[in-house]
């Protein structure tokens, strides 16, 4: 099994550079493994940003989402790389994601992180 | 099959030019179809602005947002192109667009575009 | 058929005027008439203000709402023309009426109106 | 513009053809023609049916569907039609059609239409 | 002020006789007037039958029902007569009529009258 | 304080005691005195009847409930006197009482009650 | 720790049994320990019954459901115990437990246990 | 019938004065009646507030609450009152009211009343 | 890639075998993959039995689902393969499994398959 | 019974010290005792933090929680203590914990606790 890779991730050109707007994806059946138990994780992965001169293309962002059905890692370690992955990519002005898992012993954990400011 | 024009757009005079207040309209049967594979796309437009001294006829902007009905184009430059158009026809001292297109492949995606600054 | 007229409204003597509170009233069954095509609208008022010498008695406020079930005025129009009625009676120190309107043409729309600053 | 066909549905062979069981499917992006006003109607298709030897395979049930986006036909027509032709394409033991309609002119609609005898 | 009549409901024949299908229409911005306190009554109307020989064409049952706005009623007569008014113009198989009113006195009252048997 | 008693409660003429039809109504504002405690309970009736000869006058209605805002009964006890008071005083072919009363000591406790058959 | 008794169920004499009407009580705060892992679970119980003789005393039914709090049963134990010890009480003429149980390890289970015949 | 009174009112030290938190009671079971009509009134009151030295005691809270039963008051003057008695048993750092009532006449209304600053 | 197998299944003795009682487990993160496409599919199992001499261990019923994560199978398939083995391990009196996948090409699925007759 | 301690408390390295990110956890099943009255109290946690060098580790926070089960104290007072515990352990750069306890004597209380500030 090899590790999530951004190479999947493709873009475009963001048709409109000079203003700033706000594109979310929503990603309901993202699942990952646990590495402590090797069970499986569930959550939704919500991605916002506003883009620089790239967009996501969304078929090959579902694919890389797909990369991390068979990868383990925890909450916090999943939730921060993927955000390095698509910052490497596309290098928006701003962008956040934040994950929301289903519970496990009856607690449920949600993480967002960021980077970059979000314009007022 | 022709490109959407704003030709079609009516508006009608500002009845209240001297105060600053909100409209907003919700389209929730908006269609277009994604020029990569041919297939309808479906979402939810909110318009929501501020007029300076024109307002939209709301038949007109029934009709104009109809015109996307066998037009191709992604979600990202559809949703600008309608924010082009309507800030050309009237000219209003603030409005924005949030596109809310339903799930293709497991992902749910909206853009929001704006222009001008909302008044606090 | 008379146009509305704000003499129908009532008022009694605000019993705290030395503090800045809020009071909302919700009117979910307004009515009015389209002047283009005679059909009736119907729509939520929502009617929030801080008082300053005067409140409004609720019972006048319904009434003064029900003379709109047979005018005909636009949204904007409407909206518009309560508030002026509603200030020009109490003189509040802040109001705020949003208008939420039942689809027509597929299209769903609101109108906000205010009068003064909202204190922080 | 030719009238939807049916020839565009394609089956596959019932693989537990000797277990009554339930399969039903909701199309929530139907879309056609007002023939009266040449306006869009846009509803819900919920279609569920027990097999007997044959399946619908869904990418051609969404292409049949999206046949309507330009054909003209009233609701009670356009339902029973559907009907008629999933009937003759699979011959199902039972199958019911429910289309439920958005508002038009402040009235929502819905036709419910039915083959064959539901199993207890 | 005349009373509502039934000349202004149209029909157009029934596409599908041979066949029990069900139609509702929802009908949420009916209005009336209480004959004892003359305020406006408001309501949804739930109109759902199966046609014989004819349907009910829509924009006439829209503006049949309009004709109660200025019409003083209780609720139990005014939901008999709209279904005899519906029987008579129709003659359906079978047909129900539910009647929410909104709260008055804080009391939420709904009248349901049916005509014929619906099929199992 | 006196008992609730029936006398309050008026009623006029069905006005179509040929059909049976069902009238419903909701009263989310009952609210009586826990014998035990001393303590208010409050909770929501629902009325659904099938009138004979007459039916309930709503304000009256309302008034007959409100007796109990300072009666101490235990639920099953009031539920059960309620429905024997609105038995007695309109005679119909068939009412049900549904009490839904509000959590206490973290149970929420519902009680139902029915006189007469519910015609098919 | 003791083992949950139903001598600590109080009853009281049904005021009305010459009527067949039923009591629901909806304990949402139920709790007790999983034998196998030694964790908690938690659950909603609905207890719903047709009196013969006897009603439950709402305090001693909350207390008799604390006692489980500390006991170690499967969900299919706890609820036809439960069951068992509530008939053995009140000899209702009819009773049905359902037992709806939080989710562990991503399932979520509820059981269903019943006395006696509901009359329809 | 007494006036309502905060000397029924009990507090307690504030366990943890050194730090500013907040503490929300929501009280869904408050009643008053109407001084014009007689007719009881009905709201969920929500009491929000940072405490200095002191927090209420939560059973004479419901305790001094339920003194309105039979309180008659309007909407305006009963809220703020309520908030006078409070701050002037705990001396709270901020506290806010808000009382929403229950429709009347078709309008449903608010108020809400606050002491003190509210802290970032 | 081996295939699923029902050997993974654990069961226990029914504890209470004289009493037809109700189990229902709903598994919410239910995932194959689609053996047209490759991608993955997402779905809500809801299983409901009445057990005969055995229950299922949930523990073993995870597991067993979880062989499903890189199963390819269409939708009718895997529902009915699934019954085939439940009914295998625990032979129950009555067993019910209704799977709903999510949204694929804009149509929402779900598959009812049953063995045994539910008791009354 | 000994009173609950953090010793129980584990936590992992940050992964990602360098970026301020919010992780929260969701305790719906959290249950200690009123001091009072020897009844169970239950309510949901909601704990929000940035992490600085350390994260909780989720199994050994579940056991933390479970700590109170047979704890005695009052609300404000367990918020407060929980809050010390897990900024004793863990130092994050921010913590809020919200404690949602379901109702008591008709009154449904929540405290609000927060150690550090909020970064923008």
């Known amino acids: ?7 999947i991730l493709e873009s475009f050109e963001n048709p ?12 309901p ?3 990952s493994v646990c590495p402590k138990t090797g069970q499986p994780d569930f959550g939704t992965l919500t991605i916002t940003y506003i883009a620089d001169r790239k967009c996501f293309e969304l078929k090959s962002l579902k694919l ?11 909450y916090e370690q999943v939730t921060n790389l993927i955000l390095d992955h698509l910052v490497g990519v596309i290098e ?7 994950a929301d898992f289903t519970p496990r012993g009856g607690l449920r954990t949600s993480v967002t992180v960021e980077h970059g400011h979000q314009p007022d």
């Open 29 to 31: 059946e993202f699942t």
């Open 1 to 7: 099994m090899t590790d999530p890779t951004s190479d």
């Open 92 to 98: 928006p002005r701003w962008i956040r994601i934040q």
């Open 16 to 27: 409109y550079p000079g203003r700033d707007y706000v594109i979310e994806t929503v990603a």
């Open 64 to 74: 890389y989402l797909q990369q991390y059905r068979d990868h383990g890692a925890f």
